[in-house]
Structures are given as structure tokens and as C-alpha cells.
């Protein structure tokens, strides 16, 4: 039967998580960009009522949840779709506005599932490298924009380099190509505070999708969404199944709305986590790429011995594959405990291989 699988799948390589095997419940996981902390007290007795109504045995129903999350993000709801997690909002993405041999034009390396979904539609990736400094390459990108090109991506901060986009360059690309869809990928908003909703009215083709996997600590509970023009949204809703996202999830994210519990951890990582761990590298002399969001580029001398010693350490940090990063490892920056721990254990490799 494989041979009856479309040729570009069979050529495609499975996407293999590095934790396979691993329990890293027994580890400070500072690899996958995750919220560290777990959902406040608050939510247990949300979950609790849930389940003792029955609701689990139930079809999930939206309708009192959507008004709530378009008044937060303060557009209207019929501007909204919720998906499975971000990456079944990209997915619907690509899948309504790629046929093969079409063109996505991206800033690479990028998160994987853009090149991913596009490779198994068939169509084609248009990658534009960044530069040594991963500065977003702005000219290379607008040029590499041609009459194949039928989906532009820009992610905004980028995952896994941390660039950012300079807001001017967004508008650039979208007022010169104003009949070509612009999907801008904000799964990191909470952390930097930028962001392009208030442009919806003015770029028609303008497509965000954020995620309450990172601030709102539901990375396994899988919840995502999509802001986009009211008649996009209904082609959307033609993709997308009419219960893919679970009863479990919206609970919880509807619950967040009311609670403190994400800007505290937002503003513990970024006012005290980072710029203990920037300061930290720096006293050490180890290179790194700050970024914008809850997560920075790190690239020792001994990367693959650095990585290996924070495992043997009880921390899991993740080391880049792409070629422009094999000298680098990626790490997710927590409240200041934590960094403080992961500074402590670098620190004890960097003076015993001096």
C-alpha cells in the first residue's frame, strides 16, 4: 500500500520529536519553548465542573466562548476561527490558498511546519536564508517575491533564530503585494507586545495566527487561532472540522481570560529571567542571539558537550539542526529560579574544561 501514497509524501521524512523515549517530566524542560509553570490552582475546579456535567461525552460548543476571545484580542468574531494549536491554523492555511507547484515565500530557518504542510500540498518552498546576524534579510525577501508566489509568510518574532520583523518592513510587503495573502505568524505576541491587528482593517490580505500554547501554559491542551478578513474566515471554516477543537481547552483558555496568571509569568521571564541569563553569558563569554520573545540562540564552544552536560544535569535544552545553527543550541528562558539553576550547571562546564 505504500506505493499508492502520494510520491512527494513518500519522499517527505517523518518529523521525529528529540524527546522520543525520554520522560522529561524528570527534567527542567528549557528545549521546546513551553511555559514552564503549570496552569494556576484556578483552573483545576474548571476542569472539575466539566467533566462532572457531562461535557466530556459531548460534542465541544464555542458560542459563548468566541465573543469573550474576540473581545480580547479586540476585533470582531467573525474575524476569528479557533484551531487545533497554531499548526492546524497554518495547516488550514496553506491547504485553502497552496495548490502544487505553487510558491511560499519564507525567511529561513522557520518553524518547521510551514516547509512541511507546503512539501506534503506538493507546492513550493521559497526559502530566503537569513544573514550570519539573523537580522531578517528584508531586500533578499521582497525580491524573492515573483508571479509563482502565492502565500507570503512573515513570523514575527521568528522561531527558532528570535529575529523580528521591523513593522515597517511588514507594511512594506504588504501594500506591494496587496492581492497576495500575507500570513504573519504572532505564536509569541504575549512576550514581545507587537503585533499588526490593528492593520486588519486597512490590509485586506493581512493574516494573523497566534497560539495559547506559550504565555497560557496550554501547549498540550492545543489551542490556537486565527484572525483574518469575515469572508476568509468562512472559506476557513470549510477546511477545519466542525469539533476539532476539544471541550478542554476552550474551558481553560476561557477561564485564562479572567485570570492574571500569564502576564505575571510573561513579565517574570522577560524583565528578570532574560537579562539575568543575557548578563550571565556575557560574564562567560558565550556567544548568543538574545531574540525577542521567551527564547534565545546559544552557541558555545562545545555546543554538542555543553547540550549533553545539561541532560546529565537535569535540564533539556534544544540543539539546532539547521545548518545555519548546528553551532547552536536553543534555550527557552524561564522565571529567574530556573535560568538561575541553568546558569549554575553552564557555569560548572565552562570552568571545568577551561
Known amino acids: 500500500m505504500r506505493n499508492c501514497v502520494r510520491p512527494n509524501i513518500r519522499a517527505l521524512t517523518a518529523y521525529a520529536p528529540p524527546w522520543t523515549g525520554l520522560d522529561r517530566t524528570q527534567y527542567l524542560r528549557l528545549d521546546l519553548n513551553e511555559n ?33 476571545l474576540a473581545q480580547q484580542v479586540g476585533v470582531a468574531e467573525e474575524n476569528l476561527i479557533i484551531t487545533n494549536g497554531s499548526d492546524q491554523g497554518i495547516e488550514i492555511l496553506l491547504r485553502a490558498f497552496l495548490n502544487p507547484g ?11 511546519i510551514f516547509s512541511h504542510v507546503a512539501q506534503v500540498i506538493g507546492a513550493r518552498v521559497q526559502g530566503v536564508p537569513f544573514d550570519a546576524n539573523m537580522i531578517f534579510p528584508t531586500e533578499a525577501f521582497l525580491d524573492a517575491i515573483d508571479h509563482q508566489t502565492k502565500l507570503i509568510v512573515l513570523i514575527n518574532p521568528n522561531n527558532p533564530t528570535g529575529s523580528t520583523i521591523p513593522l515597517e518592513v511588514i507594511r512594506e510587503v504588504l ?24 492593520w486588519m482593517e486597512e490590509f485586506k490580505n493581512l493574516i494573523i495566527v497566534r497560539t495559547f500554547s506559550k504565555a497560557f501554559a496550554m501547549a498540550g491542551l492545543r ?21 476539532d ?44 542571539y538574545p531574540g525577542a ?12 558537550g555543553v547540550v549533553i552536560h545539561m541532560k546529565q544535569n537535569g535540564i533539556l535544552v534544544r540543539p539546532m539542526v539547521a545548518p545555519a545553527l548546528v553551532k547552536t543550541f536553543r534555550l527557552t528562558i524561564g522565571p529567574l529560579e530556573e535560568m538561575e539553576r541553568f546558569v549554575g550547571v553552564i557555569r560548572g562546564y565552562v570552568e571545568a574544561t577551561k
Not at 102 to 112: K, R, T
Not at 223 to 243: C, D, M, T, W
Not at 293 to 304: C, G, S
Request: aromatic share 8%; hydrophobic share 40%; charged share 25%.
Open 102 to 112: 505553487d510558491g511560499m515565500v519564507v525567511a529561513q530557518p522557520e518553524f518547521p
Open 223 to 243: 489551542l490556537g487561532y486565527v484572525i483574518a478578513p469575515a469572508e476568509l474566515i468562512q472559506e476557513l471554516n470549510k477546511i477545519r472540522g466542525p469539533f
Open 175 to 198: 501594500t506591494r503585494h496587496p492581492h497576495l495573502p500575507v500570513l504573519l505568524d504572532e505564536a509569541y505576541y504575549e512576550f514581545t507586545g507587537v503585533t499588526c491587528v490593528k
Open 36 to 68: 514552564t509553570r503549570a496552569l494556576p490552582p484556578e483552573i483545576r475546579p474548571v476542569l472539575e465542573r466539566l467533566l462532572s456535567s457531562g461535557a466530556a461525552s459531548r460534542y465541544p460548543e464555542y458560542r459563548a466562548f468566541m465573543p469573550r
Open 293 to 304: 520573545a521567551n527564547f534565545m540562540l546559544v552557541e558555545p564552544k562545545d555546543r554538542d
Open 245 to 288: 477543537v476539544n471541550a478542554c481547552a476552550v474551558a481553560v483558555a476561557d477561564a485564562q481570560l479572567d485570570l492574571p496568571h500569564a502576564l505575571h509569568y510573561v513579565e517574570e521571564v522577560m524583565t528578570r529571567g532574560k537579562p539575568f541569563t543575557e548578563n550571565a553569558l556575557r560574564e562567560m563569554h558565550i556567544p548568543f
